[in-house]
């Protein structure tokens, strides 16, 4: 079973804080086809490399309002090239690049749900080209909109290894369809979880740890997985945030429950989010709460990131307490600070 650390501290009467760490995960695929007079003549499935930039460019996608996330900042365009070089992390281009470009548009969600414990997202683009001339293709890329590729790969044969090289002509149309897969955990009930508040005077004298054992969870219900699965993507756009602690005992919360019907302390929280350095693949979420918010006994908490009505992506993080309990004051501005890590899978 995993276990997940959260460490807080408390400075009396001042400033609870918490701190939570997210891991998520990215996975490419991608189906193409080749269409001449209105026909498909040529069509294939593959993995494919997510580069160092990609990771970088991860930094900047989230939630979008209309579109609920986007992607942009990882793979607006689509390019094409004959180049024939394997691709590696490090790339930046392609090595021989053709002139057109394809525009993505918006992301649609292909599917989202639980899949070994973790929640999953698959996000689509499409990319169409219809061609002027003739072109012996070999490699594709992503990218931002004239940026660096965040992804890069040969065209392969069934096999997924060997090499292919796709022949169009004038008036042939190549159709792209890019998969971008998120995962993120945890996910489930009974994934045990500490919280260790350690309390200050205002001399800075440490006044000794208390420890607030449970377990967290990101929420899985299937109709809400994107909007949950958004807690943990790095940037955010137009949303409101809700911290809601809990004053009933949460033991037998079912994080697939679309609501929690407990009693709530509810308030809206304020969401800064720290500067993105290159290459570190982590960026911080600071949620934070005034002292007139959300005070009362608490037995748990939750993070909603709300959308067009209020119930929206509910339960998004949860935390329960394994039968104790935590008081927010009126003196105290509580902070939780969510640390989100990212890499290939």
């Known amino acids: 079973m995993k276990k997940f650390d959260e460490i807080a501290r408390l400075l009396v ?21 080749l269409e001449r007079a209105g026909r498909i003549i040529d069509a294939g499935e593959q993995r494919n490399l997510i580069t160092d930039a990609g990771l970088d460019a991860w930094a900047l996608c989230g939630y979008k309002y209309g579109s609920y996330i986007t992607t942009d900042p990882f793979r607006a365009e689509g390019a094409l090239g004959t180049g024939s070089t394997a691709p590696a992390t490090g790339d930046t281009s392609l090595v021989a690049e053709i002139a057109d470009t394809a525009d993505g548009g918006n992301d649609s969600v292909a599917s989202q749900g639980i899949a070994s414990g973790e929640e999953v997202l698959a996000a689509e683009k499409t990319y169409v080209w219809d061609f002027t001339g003739a ?46 897969e998120v995962t993120a955990a945890p996910v489930g009930t009974n994934v045990a979880a500490t919280w260790t508040v350690t309390e200050y005077d205002r001399a800075g004298t440490d006044l000794g740890d208390t420890v607030l054992s449970g377990w967290m969870t990101i929420g899985s ?88 009505y209020s119930n929206h992506g509910a339960g998004g993080l949860m935390f329960a307490f394994d039968g104790q309990t935590w008081e927010k004051l009126n003196t105290h501005t509580a902070q939780l600070t969510i640390t989100t890590t990212w890499g290939r899978t």
């Open 135 to 180: 072109h012996n293709l070999t490699e594709w890329g992503l990218r931002p909109s004239g940026g660096s590729l965040s992804v890069r790969s040969l065209f392969y044969e069934a096999d997924g290894t060997t090499p292919k090289t796709i022949s169009v002509q004038t008036n042939d149309r190549l159709t792209l369809v890019h998969t971008l």
């Open 221 to 308: 219900d299937g109709d809400k997985a994107k909007d949950r699965l958004m807690m943990v993507m790095p940037e955010r756009h137009k949303y409101r945030r809700h911290v809601r602690g809990h004053s009933a005992a949460l033991t037998g919360l079912n994080p697939a429950e679309d609501y929690p019907s407990q009693t709530t302390y509810s308030a809206e929280a304020t969401v800064t989010l720290s500067a993105y350095s290159a290459g570190s693949y982590t960026r911080d979420q600071v949620w934070a709460i005034g002292a007139a918010d959300a005070n009362g006994v608490w037995q748990g908490w939750s993070l909603v990131v709300s959308g067009y």
């Open 13 to 33: 009467p001042e400033r609870p804080r918490a701190a939570v760490e997210l891991h998520t995960g990215l996975a490419g695929r991608l189906s193409w086809r």
